[in-house]
T-cell receptor, first 112, second 113 residues
């Protein structure tokens, strides 16, 4: 039972345009959400997070939006750069639970 | 910077062998985790530990065990390796506040033949 879903396995975006990566979750107990970025042959690195008391969090070119009623979050990258080409995982956790539940990942390719 | 080091980048083992995957973190983190990454399945939690000698099963513990004798070291053990355990294994350590999530090692690509 996949509690965190990323329905797009891959996405291609022109350099300079906006990249939008989507993530849906089913567990209503989740109240903290994170995005990770992974290059080949490296471990995932933390990108940005959001708690359920917010609906938006920004960090430079990266913005995460949370829609609790739809159980949906998205990561916006603008402007997209070639170095953003990677696999992106969203992850979620519930308060008091040490575990992170990850999605299946979306491979983002930025086209120069 | 916090570093999480996994001892091997690539391993090839035979079916039935006992396999040890080692992970060491150089900060004083209490929580450590083992995940495996498979295409189309994302990262799935095998085991985690929130203190020395403490361990908790994750979502897919079958066929695995763990050991945490020292705070900085968390070992994953495949008791009798099977071909369906061929995967990328990722160790992680958690910083204090959730805002920074986990720090992952570079991964061990294990092939069981």
């Amino acid at each position: 039972d996949q509690q965190v879903k990323q329905n797009s396995p891959s996405l291609s975006v022109q350099e300079g345009r906006i990249s939008i990566l989507n993530c849906d979750y089913t567990n209503s107990m989740f109240d903290y959400f994170l995005w990770y970025k992974k290059y080949p042959a490296e471990g995932p690195t933390f990108l940005i997070s959001i708690s359920s008391i917010k609906d938006k969090n920004e960090d430079g070119r990266f913005t995460v939006f949370l829609n609790k009623s739809a159980k949906h979050l998205s990561l916006h990258i603008v402007p997209s750069q070639p170095g953003d080409s990677a696999v992106y995982f969203c992850a979620a956790s519930a308060s008091g639970n040490e575990k992170l539940t990850f999605g299946t990942g979306t491979r983002l390719t930025i086209i120069p | 910077d916090v570093k999480v080091t996994q001892s091997s980048r690539y391993l090839v083992k035979r079916t039935g062998e006992k396999v040890f995957l080692e992970c060491v973190q150089d900060m004083d983190h209490e929580n450590m985790f083992w995940y495996r990454q498979d295409p189309g399945l994302g990262l799935r939690l095998i085991y985690f530990s929130y203190d020395v000698k403490m361990k908790e099963k994750g979502d897919i513990p079958e066929g695995y065990s763990v050991s945490r004798e020292k705070k900085e070291r968390f070992s994953l053990i495949l008791e009798s390796a099977s071909t369906n355990q061929t995967s990328m294994y990722l160790c992680a350590s958690r910083q204090g506040a959730w805002g920074y999530g986990y720090t992952f090692g570079s991964g061990t690509r294990l092939t069981v033949v």
